[in-house]
């Protein structure tokens, strides 16, 4: 550091902080030399929780991973115990799942659509993101009981069926939502602030997106049609029809560009769901789940969320505990390896969108 | 040819298994890792690493550190494993072939203990502050006498032990 430095620290506690974690800075005027991401304010040992306790008894745990979309953590978990246990779960089942996971994935990519426009002082919309959601916190209250954390999907299926008329709920709510996306548009996207600041911020080099690891919209910004969705489908998306959505310009307003557009991609795709939904069983039997006992194995399951790839690895050793379970999450490439190299050369005040648009989720990077 | 053929020819592999239609295990030993690794990712494809695991079989004296790969083109993972010596836990490291594994590592050296040799930042604080036990994600830490030994006993308001009742509990459980 030389005399002409300045060092600042932003987080843990900092409205254009992304969670609670801090970035350390070294300033030259205005402009950053280095960046160093700290973490550990939040470390709650979940993956050593879960060696000691049998099976069911982590399903409240692994939704705390990622506190707005935990239900990526449940169907990973879940489907990487019904894999290891040689376990098929119905039809039905699959198309639940799919239905919550992109709920989720909506109610999540609104707030964020808020939180960007937040991150750089247009307060409304973040407002209008909150309340937005709400929308879709009232489904899942409705069908789970529960507003954030659900630990509604199990191993074997899911926990109840869909409520009566709850189909028609959804779609109301959809049609709601669609209505005001315009608002939003208008307010954000048209904006020429917005525009001057976020075209070509932040530009990511394409080289490093295999590399370094990026998945989710970050790649997706760059070019590079990575989504777990199609790649390697998992429940009922491989019977859906959509097509992966990307964006040239590697910067922060491609990355706005891909999750708007997404947005609209989870309308369509519960549209989708709730159209093709079979009937039928919702639950397999499972064995005793308090004397469960999985045969030892080895596996390795992904699911995309709003962030990127979401992967579990597991190891079991055929007791009733799991021997491992290894939550990876993309926020930890992410707001680590990638932060801390995006940043250096970029303004202060560009810090807090950009950490907002790699969507950086402090909980699952620590565990 | 197959994949764990053209694997077989050059390395030594201690077992293979096809998981999934999209993901294999490979089990190799400590010497051939590294360039197991390289060929994989500049001759077969698997440009990505995901990510880098560890697990503790303590009754077999051994740690296991996994490597995960992906291959964008074929969509295929493959879980790269070998033990090592839960003794003398010194690896090298790999964050000049990706740069996301020097955090990586630097998390495994915290909670784990593994020495890997040549990565710049493991001996700096990742999650852990001022930690002076045994690394916390080994079988063998107690988490109950850590916490007494460091907190000790605390009274509630309604005098009630409650840590531990639970730890009493707890114990009871476990012999059933």
């Known amino acids: ?9 932003i987080g843990p506690q900092h409205p254009g902080i992304t969670g609670n974690m801090s970035i350390e800075l070294l300033l030259k005027g205005d402009t950053i030399t280095w960046a160093k991401t700290h973490i550990g304010y939040l470390h709650r040992a979940f993956e050593k929780l879960m060696e000691r306790r049998i099976f069911i008894k982590s399903f409240p745990l692994v939704c705390r991973i990622c506190v ?18 040689g376990i098929e779960i119905p039809e039905r089942a699959k198309w639940i799942r799919t239905l919550v996971l992109e709920l989720s994935r909506l109610q ?63 779609l109301r709510a959809m ?26 911020l932040a530009k990511i080099p394409k080289g490093w997106v295999e590399e370094m690891g990026i998945t989710g919209p970050v790649a997706r910004a760059c070019g590079f049609p990575f989504d777990v969705r199609k790649d390697s489908p998992y429940e009922a998306y491989d019977q859906l029809d959509f097509d992966v959505i990307t964006e040239e310009g590697c910067d922060v307003w491609s990355m706005l560009l891909v999750r708007r557009r997404e947005i609209d991609l989870s309308i369509k795709l519960i549209r989708q769901i709730i159209d093709k939904m079979p009937k039928g069983e919702f639950l397999t039997r499972l064995p005793n789940v308090l004397y469960w006992k999985i045969p030892s194995g080895e596996t390795y399951v992904k699911s995309e969320s709003t962030r990127g790839e979401f992967g579990y690895y597991m190891v079991t050793d055929g007791s009733d505990k799991p021997r491992r379970v290894h939550v990876k999450g993309p926020s930890f490439i992410h ?22 648009a790699l969507q950086i989720c402090p909980p699952e990077m620590e565990r | 040819m197959e994949l764990v053929e053209r694997l077989k020819k050059k390395f030594e592999v201690i077992g293979f298994k096809k998981q999934r239609k999209d993901l294999f295990i490979v089990e190799t030993t400590k010497k051939d890792l590294i360039p197991m690794l390289f060929y994989l990712k500049e001759y077969e494809g698997f440009r990505t690493l995901t990510l880098i695991s560890y697990v503790d079989w ?27 010596d839960r003794e003398k836990p010194d690896f090298e490291t790999i964050y000049r072939m990706w740069p996301q594994a020097e955090a990586y590592e630097r998390e495994i050296h915290e ?55 639970i730890s009493e509990q707890y114990d009871e459980w476990r012999r059933k």
């Not at chain 1, 550091?1 to 620290?9: A, D, N, T, Y």
């Not at chain 1, 707005?68 to 990487?80: I, K, L």
């Not at chain 1, 939003?184 to 070509?200: C, F, P, S, T, W």
């Open chain 1, 1 to 9: 550091m030389s005399k002409e430095e300045v060092r600042l620290f």
């Open chain 1, 68 to 85: 707005p979309e935990p239900d990526t953590n449940e169907e990973n978990f879940a489907r990487g115990l019904e894999e290891l246990a």
């Open chain 1, 108 to 170: 999540m990519l609104i707030m964020w659509y808020g939180g960007i426009a937040g991150s750089m002082g247009l307060s409304t919309p973040v407002q209008w993101g909150i309340g937005d959601r709400d929308y879709i916190l009232d489904l899942f209250e409705e069908l789970t009981g529960a507003r954030i954390y659900h630990i509604y999907i199990m191993p074997g299926g899911v926990r109840k069926d869909l409520p009566d008329g709850f189909e028609e709920k959804v």
């Open chain 1, 175 to 200: 049609d709601m939502i669609e209505k005001k996306l315009p608002e939003y548009d208008e307010i954000i996207m048209e904006n020429a602030v917005v525009q001057k600041r976020l075209k070509g």
């Open chain 1, 335 to 356: 707001g680590i390896t990638l932060a801390e190299r995006l940043l250096v050369g970029q303004n202060i005040a560009d810090v807090a969108p950009i950490l907002v």
């Open chain 2, 58 to 84: 303590i009754e077999e004296g051994k740690f296991q550190l996994s490597y995960i790969l992906w291959n964008s083109r074929t969509k295929d993972n493959i879980i790269v494993e070998f033990r090592l």
């Open chain 2, 111 to 165: 909670m784990f203990g593994v020495n890997f040799e040549g990565n710049p930042t493991q001996h700096e604080e990742l999650i852990l502050e001022d930690w002076d036990d045994i690394p916390p994600m080994r079988r063998d830490f107690d988490t109950l006498k850590y916490s007494m030994e460091r907190f000790g006993e605390r009274e509630s308001k309604s005098g009630i032990n409650i840590r531990k009742e």
